[in-house]
């Protein structure tokens, strides 16, 4: 695992390659088929301070396997988290690992907690909600849930433990709102 550069742009398009439909559709909350140029440009290139993303590779055939990524919100304490695990790596860490490093890099930044937009049509939402513990749901719109979970001091905490465990095993997956909303906002802060 690493933070995500610009030659990563390959790695990162191979790896959405093996992610199954709802995966993607977890992942995006819509049905992409394929990365555009603008969205690789806007995935990889990140200024590592209030846009920052984690790449883990296979250490045997080295394909991308997992991102983990959070991009800093307007009060500058918090910030929308995502992570993905292609589909063939779920269910065995690697949410939980990308998560408690970047859990580390955000306190790093002066982030104190995560923000996370859930598909609410999942059976398990329930179970995943109670796991988080002294997280807070913050809204319910069109499908989706928005917690938000604090940081802890040290570590990733208990409650986001088992909330990633669940994620990495494809239960659900951390996701963010539909890509125009996101380079909306992204592009405002440039």
């Given at each position: 695992?690493?933070?995500?550069g610009?030659?990563?742009k390959?790695?990162?398009?191979?790896a959405?390659?093996r992610?199954?439909?709802?995966s993607r559709?977890q992942?995006?909350?819509?049905?992409i088929?394929?990365l555009?140029e603008?969205?690789?440009?806007?995935?990889?290139e990140?200024d590592?301070?209030?846009?920052e993303?984690?790449?883990?590779?296979?250490?045997e055939?080295g394909a991308?396997?997992g991102?983990?990524?959070?991009?800093?919100l307007?009060d500058?304490?918090s910030a929308e988290a995502a992570v993905?695990?292609?589909?063939?790596w779920?269910g065995?860490?690697?949410g939980?690992?990308?998560?408690?490093?970047l859990a580390?890099?955000?306190?790093g930044?002066?982030i104190?907690r995560?923000r996370?937009?859930?598909?609410a049509?999942?059976?398990q939402m329930?179970d995943?909600?109670?796991?988080?513990g002294?997280?807070?749901?913050?809204s319910?719109?069109?499908g989706?849930v928005?917690?938000?979970?604090?940081?802890?001091?040290?570590?990733?905490?208990?409650?986001?433990?088992?909330?990633l465990?669940?994620?990495?095993?494809?239960?659900v997956e951390l996701a963010t709102?539909?890509?125009?909303?996101r380079q909306d906002r992204?592009s405002?802060?440039d």
């Open positions: 695992m690493r933070p995500i610009p030659d990563d390959g790695a990162l398009d191979d959405f390659a992610l199954s439909e709802r559709y992942r995006f909350l819509s049905s088929r394929e555009t603008s969205q690789l440009r806007y995935l990889t990140v590592h301070h209030d846009h993303a984690l790449i883990a590779f296979d250490p055939t991308g396997v991102v983990g990524r959070f991009v800093r307007d500058g304490v993905t695990v292609v589909d063939g779920q065995r860490g690697l939980t690992a990308l998560t408690q490093l580390e890099r955000a306190r930044e002066g104190d995560f996370a937009y859930l598909l049509t999942n059976e329930h995943v909600l109670a796991s988080l002294p997280a807070k749901v913050i319910r719109d069109a989706t928005e917690v938000e979970v604090a940081i802890p001091k040290r570590g990733i905490g208990q409650h986001m433990a088992g909330v465990r669940v994620v990495a095993g494809g239960t709102p539909p890509w125009g909303i992204a405002s802060e």
